[in-house]
């Protein structure tokens, strides 16, 4: 089984900073992209920044020059460093992951369970 793990989220005022940690595990053969997804109250979930095995990034435009997505591929990891944060950056953050078990099989999608992010004004 694979599962995706996140962690760091919390409770910051406007302006500070937080770092995301999403670690895959379980019998994982390779990772293609990996990415955050975030879903505020009443609001539909929304990609943040995605990074492929090569280490290409993509953001949304909201998140441009505040937001930094990383990845080390030796640890399986996947991260999101949050600078400059906004009362409208307050949502449960996602890790999201195509992760395939074995070289024989194709990618599958994975999600892990999710980390609150809450930025006070």
């Known amino acids: 089984q694979v599962q995706l793990v996140e962690s760091g989220g919390g409770l910051v005022q406007a302006g500070g900073s937080l770092r995301l940690s999403c670690a895959a595990s379980?019998?994982?053969?390779?990772?293609?992209?990996m990415g955050w997804y975030r879903q505020a109250p009443g609001k539909q979930r929304e990609a943040v920044a995605t990074i492929t095995s090569g280490k290409s990034t993509n953001y949304a435009d909201s998140v441009k020059e505040r937001f930094t997505i990383s990845r080390d591929n030796a640890k399986n990891t996947v991260y999101l460093q949050m600078n400059s944060l906004k009362p409208e950056d307050t949502a449960v953050y996602y890790c999201?992951?195509?992760?395939?078990?074995?070289?024989?099989?194709?990618?599958?999608?994975?999600w892990g369970q999710g980390t609150q992010v809450t930025v006070s004004s």
């Open positions: 379980g019998s994982i053969a390779s990772i293609n992209t």
């Open positions: 999201n992951a195509d992760i395939r078990t074995s070289f024989l099989k194709p990618y599958y999608n994975y």
